[in-house]
Each structure stands twice: as C-alpha cells, then as structure tokens.
C-alpha cells in the first residue's frame, strides 16, 4: 500500500485524498489550520448559515453535482431565484447585465477594422476589449465581472487562460471579436448557470470529512518539502501540494528552485468579505447584486443581495467584497473599519443606513490567483519543473472555480498514481 501526504485541507486537497484513499492508498493530510475548507467557509450570521467565501458553482461543468451525487447530497442543491445583477456607474445604480462572457458583451459595437490575432498568442482581457469595444466597455462590464472572479483588472488577466474557449475560436480564425464571444457562449437557453448547496459549502466539508475520519491531522503546519518525502518527521512514497502558488513557492523554493521560481510567477489578490443580516423591514432592490465601475468612488469592488439571489436565504442577507490585486490596504483594516466601510457603500449605491442585525467580517489573504498574459507558459514550466512523487492541485491552474479545483485535484491524483506505478 502506497502511503501518501496531502498537504491542505481546502477542497483540492480534500478530493486529492478522497481519491487516493479510493484507489488504496494510504492518506494522510496535513493542515496547518484549525479547520478543513480553505476558502469554502460558512458561517452562523443572524441564525442562518451563509457562505462567507466561495458561495456557489458553475453548473454547466459536471464536477460538483457528480461528486453531490457520489455524496448523496444532490437533493441539498439550489439554483438562484433567477434574478440580474446590475451596475453601480456615474454614482448611480444603472441597468442590469445583458448577455455577456465574463463581461465581454454580444451586442457592444466593435471598430470596423481586421481582428489582428495570432494563433497560439496571448493578451490581457482589458488589451484586447479595449483594442475592439473601447475603454467604457472595460471599465463598466468586463473589469466589474473580473474583479468579482479574480480580484484585479481586466488589464491583469489573460484571454487564454480564463477564458480558453474564446481563445480557441480566434485562434481558429474569428473575424471579430462579437462572432467569438457569440460561438463560445452557444445558444442561449434556460439552465441555470449557478448552483449551492442548500446548508452552504459547510455541508459538502462535512460529508468530505466523514469519508476521511482521522486521515486528517489539523494544526499540523509543514515547514518544507523536499525529494524524499519526508514530511513532518514521517517518510511518503508521494506528496500532493494543495495549497496556494505562494505557499507551494515557500514549500519548494529552497531544495526545488526551479519549481519555486516558476510557481512565484503566479500572484494571488487577497480580499475581504463583510456579511449584513440586514432588519426585516430594509426595502432591497429587486437584483441578484451590483457590481461596481472602475474608477467609482466605492470602497467595495460588488455588493451581493444573497437574500435576493437565492430563496433559501433571509431576504436581509447581503456581502460587499473588498481587494483586487495590489490594493490590499483595506483588507489589513481592523474589523470595525471594514463593517464601517461596507456600511458607507451600502448607504451611498443604495440609500440603506439601517444598523446591521449582525455581521461579519472574513479575510482571504493570497486568496484569489491572478492568471496574469503568459498564464499557459507558466503552468508549462511549473509542470517540467515538477518531479516524480509530486503532485500539485489549486485554484492556480485551470480555473478558480470549485469544478476546476476538483478536477485538477483528481487530475494530481492521476498523476501521482501514475508515477507509484511506473
């Protein structure tokens, strides 16, 4: 029986171990925390449970509700109540949302000359919007829908990299950037896009862990890993790192340089969540939330009405986010300054003062990866700088989302077996 340490108990590192205690291994995860979830984190907030990180899934990927099923939790699943976010712009809230991919609109009018793409190249989101809608459609659409995903600007993020499909489709020849955008999202249909679970993430931690039981070690921080897997004094035949690109590079750096140096490549926002329980009688907007315009004078990068956005939560539940990558002032401030904060934003986008029933503030620091242009070539060298018996899951490689982190996780596991095989 192989025996193999897991370093992080968020979700990535919880299905790595869920699969390889599966395929008879021997597991054992280390968690430098007092807590299994990572960023998944729920909390009691006015009596109810709410999501104080991460608080939904893409449906359209089949890795959540595959393992909800696997963990007979698919009856606890809920989709929004169907309602739009809108914009907070020119000091004002504005219409809700058209059809759009990560912000970029179908229906903005593009400049009338030759879309200039090479295949196999790479660009910012802001660069190559800019270069086709202009500047407004940037700062009010596609940078408040990134910021709200990866925490920075559009100006920050990669095309191939968040949004591989639309790179496809110029790299395949689109005459403009509208047809890409268009093939890519497909024809629109009915299905919800997100999905939750009803007792928030806390209830997919909990089914985790009861497959686990005591494979989990909790306060057991790792100092260091080097080849020859030797880990908190115990010796593996393997280990799958599941933890930020930053703390991968503190890991690795000094007896793995090569993968260090690759993996610091990577940044990562940190960011803040204040959650209301606002009075039963506050009047809230009929919206799912507002995302925020660039250059608006508003602390808070989106303003969620959780209440609103999905049924089974109070009506008064709202979050306001905080961070993007390189402005983390505001997420070192105390508490009383982030709910005064929130507050002041709340009052100004929608006129509610009401004293908060109850709140809560939640800080994710190195939080959020950032898939800077050249994202692919990173993970190229990451992946050639990794050795045999080592494996790497996070949010840092394919996508931020909970499928992708699953199906990188699985994918780790793959590959780990693969070389206890070979």
Not at 223 to 232: A, D, L, M, T
């Amino acid at each position: 029986m192989s025996n193999v340490a897991v370093v992080g108990a968020g979700i990535s590192g919880l299905i790595a171990a869920l699969r390889l205690q599966q395929a008879g291994a021997r597991v054992t995860v280390f968690e430098s925390g007092s807590r299994v979830g990572g960023k998944l984190r729920s909390e009691m907030i006015g009596g109810e449970r709410v999501d104080v990180g991460a608080e939904a899934f893409v449906r359209r990927r089949p890795e959540v509700l595959d393992l909800a099923a696997e963990l007979g939790l698919a009856d606890s699943l809920v989709v929004p109540a169907g309602r739009r976010p809108a914009l907070f712009a020119d000091g004002a809230v504005r219409s809700t949302f058209g059809r759009t991919l990560l912000g970029i609109p179908v229906d903005a009018e593009e400049v009338q000359i030759p879309l200039r793409w090479a295949a196999g190249s790479d660009a910012s989101l802001g660069a190559l919007v800019r270069s086709r809608f202009g500047d407004e459609v940037v700062e009010r659409s596609v940078d408040p829908m990134v910021s709200g995903v990866y925490a920075a600007h559009a100006d920050d993020v990669s095309v191939r990299a968040a949004l591989p499909a639309l790179a496809e489709r110029l790299d395949a020849g689109a005459v403009s950037l509208s047809e890409a955008v268009v093939e890519t999202l497909g024809e629109p249909d009915d299905t919800p896009v997100f999905g939750t679970f009803r007792g928030g993430y806390q209830q997919l931690l909990d089914a985790l862990v009861e497959r686990l039981g005591d494979r989990i070690q909790l306060g057991a921080p790792v100092p260091e890993v080097r080849p020859g897997w030797n880990v908190r004094g115990s010796g593996f035949d393997a280990v799958v790192l599941a933890v930020p690109a930053p703390q991968v590079a503190r890991l690795v750096g000094q007896h793995l340089p090569d993968l260090g140096a690759a993996v610091s490549k990577i940044p990562a926002a940190s960011s803040a969540l204040v959650t209301f329980r606002l009075p039963e009688n506050v009047e809230l907007p009929d919206l799912s939330g507002i995302l925020v315009a660039s250059r608006e004078q508003v602390s808070a990068k989106a303003l969620t009405l959780s209440g609103r956005k999905w049924d089974h939560l109070p009506d008064g539940t709202v979050r306001l986010s905080f961070g993007r990558l390189g402005v983390s002032r505001i997420v070192d401030d105390l508490d009383a300054g982030l709910i005064a904060a929130a507050r002041e934003d709340l009052a100004f986008m929608l006129g509610i003062d009401a004293e908060p029933v109850a709140s809560h503030v939640q800080r994710w620091y190195e939080g959020i990866p950032v898939y800077l242009p050249g994202h692919r070539d990173t993970l190229t060298a990451i992946e050639q700088a990794t050795p045999r018996g080592l494996a790497l899951a996070g949010a840092y490689f394919d996508g931020v989302g909970v499928p992708a982190c699953i199906a990188r996780a699985e994918s780790a596991v793959a590959q780990v077996l693969a070389d206890l095989s070979g």
